[in-house]
């Protein structure tokens, strides 16, 4: 009999990617579907990324580059961090992979090992446990609430530090509540930090898109959580390059990104020549423009959606100050997140996340990066589901 490792055994395959594709089966059978699980955006890549693809092409850009990525690339993301985010990273502590996950993925398989636990609060991004999983750490949920807007507390972080804790890992704005943390409290939260050794991951990829409040970066609070973070980070959700596969992670370890370069030159080595090339007019200023008109799209959307989805009895939701996501509580009228989701694609063919894919049920995750009118819709549809619960 033909085995497999137990570590992929236990891998679960993503929530979100399993409503998407039931979603899409339906559709396939005919059936009218709207879908609001997926993670990206429904904006074409700007232009002049585009043009630059072309161009690499053109020039004949398509062989292998250094694993961490080409110069210009890693000089134009050390720019992009001192600019827009006050950070001071050199090329040389910038590592480039296949989108932000593949930095997650690698930067956690450095770090975690038998024995850590690693501090994730709840609810998180589907991903972080199945990685730490993966690499035989043990998880440690740090259970929000709404009334707390979904953040962790200082006192709360405390509490749960124990001699093995190993990592902390933040994302800020966060999905899928699309809560963003203030420069105060992540000042709050590195205080309970200073003296330990413990490595903070700081998912910013939606940092982009901020709607009320400034977007601080965790590296940025103090030299002490310069020295422990590791800002993980991307072009995914900001300039619409989902399908280009590009992320990075800059961290102040040399003898960490030496590690992880070489974690990635014996599986995936560079990611694409052709996508490093583009990614440059992605952080350089020339698709600025696009960008801000995408961030001003979302902001209507999310205005409208929530106004309408707080109007429903039984519904309600906090509004996000950031990525594209709402984080809708539906327990009054069912708390098993699953079957609720189940129900409303079945009856009404709208396609949403069950919270507890994200660690907490009693709500659903509606994003809302798809066009207005499908948004009207949709909520249309899902009131009439909740009025005939
Ligand atoms: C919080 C968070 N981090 C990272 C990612 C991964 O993005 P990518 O691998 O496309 O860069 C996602 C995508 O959904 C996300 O929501």
Same mark, same amino acid.
């Given at each position: 009999?033909?085995?497999?490792?137990?570590?992929?055994?236990?891998?679960?395959?993503?929530?979100?990617?399993?409503?998407?594709?039931?979603?899409?089966?339906?559709?396939?059978?005919?059936?009218?579907?709207?879908?609001?699980?997926?993670?990206?955006?429904?904006?074409?890549?700007?232009?002049?990324?585009?043009?630059?693809?072309?161009?690499?092409?053109?020039?004949?850009?398509?062989?292998? &580059?250094?694993?961490?990525?080409?110069? %210009?690339? @890693? #000089? =134009?993301?050390?720019?992009? !961090? $001192?600019?827009? /985010?006050?950070?001071?990273?050199?090329?040389?502590?910038?590592?480039?992979?296949?989108?932000?996950?593949?930095?997650?993925?690698?930067?956690?398989?450095?770090?975690?090992?038998?024995?850590?636990?690693?501090?994730?609060?709840?609810?998180?991004?589907?991903?972080?446990?199945?990685?730490?999983?993966?690499?035989?750490?043990?998880?440690?949920?740090?259970?929000?609430?709404?009334?707390?807007?979904?953040?962790?507390?200082?006192?709360?972080?405390?509490?749960?530090?124990?001699?093995?804790?190993?990592?902390?890992?933040?994302?800020?704005?966060?999905?899928? &509540?699309?809560?963003?943390?203030?420069? %105060?409290? @992540? #000042? =709050?939260?590195?205080?309970? !930090? $200073?003296?330990? /050794?413990?490595?903070?991951?700081?998912?910013?990829?939606?940092?982009?898109?901020?709607?009320?409040?400034?977007?601080?970066?965790?590296?940025?609070?103090?030299?002490?959580?310069?020295?422990?973070?590791?800002?993980?980070?991307?072009?995914?959700?900001?300039?619409?390059?989902?399908?280009?596969?590009?992320?990075?992670?800059?961290?102040?370890?040399?003898?960490?990104?030496?590690?992880?370069?070489?974690?990635?030159?014996?599986?995936?080595?560079?990611?694409?020549?052709?996508?490093?090339?583009?990614?440059?007019?992605?952080?350089?200023?020339?698709?600025?423009?696009?960008?801000?008109?995408?961030?001003?799209?979302?902001?209507?959307?999310?205005?409208?959606?929530?106004?309408?989805?707080?109007?429903?009895?039984?519904?309600?939701?906090?509004?996000?100050?950031?990525?594209?996501?709402?984080?809708?509580?539906?327990?009054?009228?069912?708390?098993?997140?699953?079957?609720?989701?189940?129900?409303?694609?079945?009856?009404?063919?709208?396609?949403?996340?069950?919270?507890?894919?994200?660690?907490?049920?009693?709500?659903?995750?509606?994003?809302?990066?798809?066009?207005?009118?499908?948004?009207?819709?949709?909520?249309?549809?899902?009131?009439?589901?909740?009025?005939?619960?």
């Amino acid at each position: 009999m033909y085995s497999y490792s137990d570590r992929i055994n236990n891998l679960s395959e993503s929530i979100t990617i399993a409503i998407s594709t039931l979603a899409r089966d339906l559709k396939a059978q005919g059936k009218d579907i709207l879908s609001f699980s997926a993670g990206e955006p429904d904006f074409n890549t700007p232009q002049a990324i585009r043009e630059e693809a072309i161009k690499a092409i053109q020039e004949g850009f398509t062989k292998y &580059t250094a694993v961490c990525g080409i110069p %210009e690339l @890693l #000089q =134009a993301i050390s720019d992009k !961090l $001192k600019r827009e /985010n006050d950070l001071n990273y050199t090329t040389k502590e910038i590592i480039v992979s296949n989108g932000a996950k593949h930095s997650l993925f690698n930067v956690i398989a450095a770090l975690i090992q038998k024995g850590d636990e690693v501090l994730i609060p709840t609810p998180y991004w589907v991903t972080y446990p199945e990685l730490v999983s993966y690499s035989l750490g043990t998880n440690v949920f740090l259970q929000t609430t709404q009334g707390n807007n979904f953040k962790i507390t200082p006192q709360q972080l405390k509490d749960s530090i124990t001699p093995k804790t190993k990592m902390l890992i933040l994302t800020t704005p966060s999905n899928p &509540t699309g809560m963003l943390y203030s420069k %105060e409290e @992540l #000042q =709050a939260l590195a205080e309970v !930090l $200073k003296g330990t /050794n413990i490595w903070v991951i700081s998912d910013e990829i939606y940092e982009k898109l901020v709607y009320n409040g400034s977007f601080t970066s965790t590296a940025s609070i103090n030299s002490d959580m310069l020295e422990r973070t590791i800002t993980i980070n991307g072009l995914s959700k900001s300039v619409a390059m989902t399908g280009w596969r590009i992320g990075y992670l800059a961290c102040k370890d040399k003898k960490l990104c030496k590690l992880i370069d070489n974690l990635q030159s014996q599986s995936t080595s560079n990611v694409c020549s052709i996508t490093q090339r583009a990614s440059i007019a992605g952080l350089d200023g020339r698709a600025d423009e696009e960008i801000k008109k995408m961030r001003l799209a979302f902001e209507e959307r999310r205005d409208f959606a929530c106004k309408k989805i707080n109007a429903i009895k039984g519904l309600n939701v906090n509004t996000p100050d950031g990525a594209f996501y709402l984080f809708v509580n539906c327990s009054e009228i069912e708390y098993d997140s699953m079957h609720f989701c189940k129900s409303l694609l079945e009856k009404v063919g709208v396609a949403v996340v069950p919270g507890i894919g994200f660690g907490m049920d009693g709500y659903f995750r509606f994003s809302f990066a798809t066009d207005l009118k499908s948004i009207e819709e949709g909520i249309k549809r899902i009131e009439s589901f909740c009025n005939s619960h």
